[in-house]
């Protein structure tokens, strides 16, 4: 061994070292080698040990946070605090060694806030895979508290080059707040209006919202610290800063979602020249309608109670009044909505006439849709009006739409 020692003492005072100095180097040469060592120990062997470990468990957390490397981060943390422990066994140099721990100090410092960082995803990712978390803007809070960290890291190691304490540097940043806010001044509304929308609960990830003024109608796809990003439903996305939100009005369609229907409400034009009184032959014929049978049934017994109490004779009144064809329409077409098993009849449901225009008297139908997917919601809402056009001439009614080129030609063929 000592020869082994002299042979090396020998090679560095060939290479022009001071025999005083080979002690020291081969000390630091032997602090780096045991430094890369540990790095190594570490990441090829320690790490593959925990690796198998997490494989065997049934947990899925714990894949997740090896998945992202921060062990393998923190594994980078040994060889610098190796190094800053040793380094006074090899360098004697008050100065130069002051000067080389405050760079390993520096180094662990930004290893350490790369750990952190990177274990804040890990934790981000875990949760926001989880059901009761997918709908909470996580991806704002991390990116806060990333923020915060670095913020927090940056002023360490400013305080390390300067060898002052991280209190003198804050007390000084006070006389520069207007500034910082200056700077910084979008990720602090952002932040604000991120906690104010998450603890009011006004948006989630996945909810539809309508902005116009933005031009924004679609679902909310990301929540960030500076943005919240909509996919529109011709697939573009629209990005509006987070506090837009909180100061200006948009419109929130989760509770549409959570309720127990999605609104129609849609009306068709009837010309008011086929509104007529109805015939005893129009009410037989009426009455071998399956929707509107108990509703004529009823109407007779109205009829026969009333001409029996005011002794009338062969009259078709209803409490005084003749029946007309629109009111039987109006009759079956409540009838029919309810009949059916996409609306929900715990909600509103009615059908009613609207302001007569020159265009005709609009009939409104006014439901719910138990169905709130868009695409069935569509179609259930275009089966409702198909057969509604179809069913308006049985009822001897003609649905009102300005004359068009064939309304011309048949025109001129009657005269």
Not at 297 to 310: A, G, I, S
Not at 353 to 368: A, D, R, S, W
């Amino acid at each position: 061994m000592e020869q082994i020692t002299e042979k090396i003492n020998d090679l560095f005072v060939s290479w022009g070292f001071d025999s005083s100095e080979v002690g020291p180097i081969m000390t630091l040469v032997l602090i780096i080698g045991i430094a890369f060592l540990a790095d190594l120990i570490c990441r090829n062997i320690l790490l593959r040990v925990v690796a198998k470990l997490v494989k065997k468990t049934k947990a899925t957390w714990d894949d997740i946070v090896f998945d992202r490397k921060v062990l393998i981060y923190l594994s980078h943390l040994v060889p610098p605090i190796i190094i800053y422990v040793l380094i006074p066994l090899a360098i004697p140099n008050v100065s130069a060694l002051d000067f080389i721990r405050r760079i390993c100090m520096i180094y662990i410092i930004a290893v350490f806030l790369r750990f952190i960082s990177a274990f804040l995803s890990a934790v981000y990712h875990v949760y926001s895979e989880r059901e009761q978390f997918r709908d909470r803007p996580l991806k704002g809070l991390l990116q806060t508290a990333q923020v915060i960290l670095f913020f927090i890291g940056g002023i360490v190691v400013i305080s390390v080059l300067i060898d002052k304490s991280p209190m003198v540097l804050l007390t000084g940043l006070g006389a520069s707040a207007a500034i910082l806010m200056l700077v910084f001044k979008d990720s602090i509304m952002g932040f604000v209006s991120g906690i104010q929308l998450s603890a009011n609960n006004m948006l989630k990830v996945g909810d539809w919202i309508a902005m116009p003024k933005y031009g924004a109608d679609g679902t909310v796809i990301e929540v960030t610290l500076n943005t919240v990003k909509v996919r529109n439903w011709d697939n573009t996305i629209t990005t509006i800063p987070p506090y837009l939100l909180v100061s200006d009005s948009f419109q929130n369609w989760r509770g549409m979602q959570e309720s127990g229907g999605r609104r129609v409400k849609r009306s068709i034009n009837i010309d008011m020249n086929s509104v007529r009184f109805c015939t005893s032959e129009m009410l037989a014929k009426y009455k071998k309608i399956q929707l509107l049978t108990d509703y004529v049934e009823q109407t007779e017994q109205v009829v026969k109670e009333y001409n029996k109490e005011h002794h009338i004779d062969n009259s078709i009144l209803v409490n005084g009044r003749r029946q007309t064809n629109l009111g039987v329409f109006r009759a079956y077409l409540t009838n029919y909505l309810k009949s059916l098993p996409d609306v929900n009849k715990n909600l509103t449901c009615m059908v009613r006439y609207l302001q007569p225009t020159e265009q005709g008297i609009p009939v409104e139908l006014y439901f719910f849709s138990a169905v709130k997917e868009w695409v069935p919601y569509e179609g259930i809402q275009a089966d409702v009006f198909d057969h509604l056009l179809a069913i308006v001439p049985e009822f001897g009614l003609r649905v009102f739409q300005n004359p068009t080129g064939e309304d011309f030609r048949e025109w001129n063929r009657r005269n």
